[in-house]
């Protein structure tokens, strides 16, 4: 067995593993790299980039699909041609893999182990068969994976979730997406998008990240127009059938038929990667989910020199949020114990539906009861979306009562994604609404309708 001791071990080479490496190097400390898998980072492998990359061809199907109204017509067939569709999915994803794993060469190889890590204490790691790292101080850097029901197993390879997606050699004919979330949202749309027949079921009514009731019913009217959602599913039974998968359920009409996939993807959620850390040898106190309780402002696991970053501590499972914690955790293990609070943003969430889904800042279920006004505007009379025929979506925003403050938004609406980062800004500059309306707004632009919520919020404000 051979043994290493270091200061500083780092399990996971993703996003959030290789900032906490980067941050504990740069404070002068020997760290390690401990790598199970592959390089690359699940961003750049199954997540954001294959994800978008998928969105885009089904965005070019999709306005191909509606030009008539501009006086525009294409004729002859639109052909959707799977195979090519799925091989600039890899091939642009494998050029932003390359990316990652050319920066993953250029550390010192004395600095990276391949492995998966077990703790078999606070310090002490076991790396594989054959290595034990004695390291002063531990991030957990693991990242997360799809939470799939048990009750799926029995599906076999007709399961798949999003990393199989992306492997596709071409698209297939039928596939039933469980889970109304970010994921399912985005790759049911684009699935749909693209020719497959799809069917999304959810349970408990949420759509994608919405806790707003009125925005979340507009949202499920809206993607209903596009392709079959029921975010309340009776699914009745599902069965494996040979090559195919049959589910019983009622449709939304009431009528209980049976439909038969080709896959059934889960995208039922994720779960942090920690059930094989052997958590249990550390001593650290762990929550229902066996994440160990942490300081959100330092990453710190209780007073131990174990810091989490990433997906693995599960507080905002995103691409930004586990490079900036990534750095928070390794600056502080770095300094241990001398710890202290990293950067947090301003929370910025977007789904890239169409339209797309975004929040800011406090979401609706979190504001204090009374303490708020609602600014509204709806994007079906916005000049700007109008002329472009993406006048489809409502927006929500919130201002503290007493003082004006803006507290957060969430909407479904056009180019959202961008709006959304005006607001985070002005989230984390604490502005007012009446601060907000003093700033510019050019015409004709969809912040416009933007500007017409806050207008609305203001006067609730005055009132
Ligand atoms: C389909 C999809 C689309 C997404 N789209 C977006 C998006 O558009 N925008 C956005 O902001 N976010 C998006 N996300 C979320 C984003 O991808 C994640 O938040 C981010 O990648 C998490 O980074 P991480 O470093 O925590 O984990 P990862 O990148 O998963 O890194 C964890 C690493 O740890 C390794 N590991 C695990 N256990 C061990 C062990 N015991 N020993 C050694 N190594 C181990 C794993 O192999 C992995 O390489 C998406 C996610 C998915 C799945
Ligand atoms: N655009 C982005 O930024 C982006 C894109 C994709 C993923 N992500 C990240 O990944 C995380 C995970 O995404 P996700 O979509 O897997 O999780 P999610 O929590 O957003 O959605 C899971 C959905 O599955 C439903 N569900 C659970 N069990 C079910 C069952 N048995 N049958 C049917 N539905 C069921 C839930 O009610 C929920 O609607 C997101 O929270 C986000 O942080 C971000």
Redesign the pocket.
């Known amino acids: 067995m051979k043994q290493m001791n270091i200061d500083v071990a780092v399990?996971?080479?993703?996003?959030?593993?290789?900032?906490a490496y980067r941050a504990a190097r740069a404070a002068g400390k020997r760290v390690v790299l401990?790598?199970?898998?592959?390089?690359?980072?699940?961003?750049a492998r199954?997540?954001?980039?294959?994800?978008?990359l998928l969105i885009a061809a089904a965005e070019a199907a999709h306005e191909l699909r509606h030009t008539a109204p501009f006086g525009v017509r294409v004729e002859g067939e639109i052909v959707i041609d799977g195979r090519a569709v799925m091989e600039r999915v890899r091939r642009e994803r494998d050029r932003f893999v390359g990316f990652v794993v050319n920066s993953v060469e250029g550390i010192p190889a004395e600095d990276k182990l391949r492995?998966?890590?077990?703790f078999i204490d606070n310090t002490t790691l076991q790396?594989g068969d054959d290595v034990v790292v004695k390291a002063s101080r531990v991030v957990i850097?693991?990242?997360?994976s799809?939470a799939v029901p048990p009750p799926f197993r029995a599906l076999g390879d007709r399961l798949i979730v999003?990393?199989d997606v992306f492997s596709w050699d071409t698209l297939p004919r039928r596939v039933a997406v469980f889970g109304p979330g970010?994921?399912g949202l985005?790759?049911g749309q684009a699935l749909a998008r693209l020719g497959v027949i799809v069917r999304v079921f959810g349970v408990g009514g949420g759509v994608g990240p919405l806790s707003d009731p009125a925005i979340r019913d507009y949202a499920r009217a809206a993607f209903q127009q596009q392709f079959y959602l029921d975010p309340e599913a009776r699914v009745e039974d599902m069965t494996r059938d040979g090559d195919e998968v049959a589910i019983r359920y009622a449709r939304l009409d009431g009528e209980v038929v049976t439909v038969r996939f080709d896959y059934v993807l889960a995208a039922t959620g994720?779960k942090p990667?920690v059930g094989?850390?052997g958590l249990e040898n550390t001593g650290l106190k762990l929550d229902a989910r066996g994440v160990p309780l942490f300081d959100p402002a330092t990453l710190q696991c209780g007073a131990s020199p174990i810091f989490i970053?990433?997906?693995?501590n599960n507080i905002l499972?995103?691409?930004?949020?586990?490079a900036d914690?990534?750095k928070t955790a390794g600056a502080n293990a770095a300094s241990y114990p001398d710890v202290s609070a990293g950067l947090r943003r301003a929370s910025i969430?977007?789904v890239?539906s169409d339209p797309q889904i975004a929040t800011v800042g406090t979401r609706f279920a979190d504001l204090p009861a009374g303490g708020f006004v609602v600014g509204e505007v709806s994007f079906e009379d916005q000049g700007r979306s109008r002329v472009m025929l993406k006048n489809k979506g409502l927006m929500h925003v919130y201002a503290e009562r007493d003082t004006g403050r803006f507290l957060g938004a969430e909407w479904i609406g056009p180019r959202a994604e961008h709006i959304a980062h005006t607001l985070a800004w002005a989230r984390q500059m604490d502005l007012t609404v009446a601060q907000m309306l003093d700033m510019p707004f050019y015409h004709p632009v969809i912040e416009e309708g933007l500007r017409t919520a806050l207008r609305d919020a203001a006067a609730k404000l005055a009132g």
Do not use: Q, W
């Not at 401990?34 to 961003?43: D, H, M, R």
């Not at 970053?309 to 693995?312: L, N, V, Y």
């Not at 499972?317 to 586990?322: G, I, S, T, V």
């Open positions: 399990i996971g080479a993703g996003t959030a593993g290789l900032a401990i790598e199970g898998g592959p390089y690359g980072t699940t961003c199954v997540g954001c980039m294959p994800s978008k492995g998966y890590a077990r790396v850097a693991t990242g997360s799809p999003n990393d970010v994921i985005e790759l994720r990667n094989g850390l970053a990433g997906d693995a499972p995103l691409l930004h949020e586990a914690e990534g969430g977007v890239f």
